[in-house]
Nanobody, 119 residues
Framework: QVQLVESGGGLVQAGGSLRLSCAASGRTFRRDAMAWFRQAPGKEREFVAAISWSGGRPYYADSVKGRFTISRDNAKNTVYLQMNSLKPEDTAVYYC????????????WGQGTQVTVSS
C-alpha cells in the first residue's frame, strides 16, 4: 500500500523554524516529483514547493521563496521542508504529495501535519 506520512509540525513563534518530513512507503518514489502544499482555515489548498526526482530544479511559491527549502533523500524515500522565518500567515495544514512519473497532476497525498505560527 502506497502511503505518505508527514511529521514535524507544531506550534512555533513568529520568526522561528520548523522542519517537516514526509516518509513515503509502499514503493520507491525516486523517479517521481514530490511537493508540499498547504491549506489554511477557510482557504483553498495552495502550492508551497516542489522538487524533481533528481533533487534538482526546486521551485517555490512566491510567498515562501527565500524562507523555505525543499529537499529529498531518495535512499530514505523522504522529502523535507525546512521552514525559516515563519510568519503567522504560514499557519496551515501542510500536505506532502507525489506526482507519479507520466502523470500530470499530484496523485498521492499524505494526511497532513498542522503548523501554527503565533504572533
Amino acid at each position: 500500500q502506497v502511503q505518505l506520512v508527514e511529521s514535524g509540525g507544531g506550534l512555533v513563534q513568529a520568526g522561528g523554524s520548523l522542519r517537516l518530513s514526509c516518509a513515503a512507503s509502499g514503493r520507491t518514489f525516486r523517479r517521481d516529483a514530490m511537493a508540499w502544499f498547504r491549506q489554511a482555515p477557510g482557504k483553498e489548498r495552495e502550492f508551497v514547493a516542489a522538487i524533481s526526482w533528481s533533487g534538482g530544479r526546486p521551485y517555490y511559491a512566491d510567498s515562501v521563496k527565500g524562507r523555505f527549502t525543499i529537499s529529498r533523500d531518495n535512499a530514505k524515500n523522504t522529502v523535507y521542508l525546512q521552514m525559516n522565518s515563519l510568519k503567522p500567515e504560514d499557519t496551515a495544514v501542510y500536505y506532502c504529495a507525489v506526482r507519479t512519473l507520466g502523470i500530470t497532476s499530484y496523485n498521492i497525498w499524505g494526511q497532513g501535519t498542522q503548523v501554527t505560527v503565533s504572533s
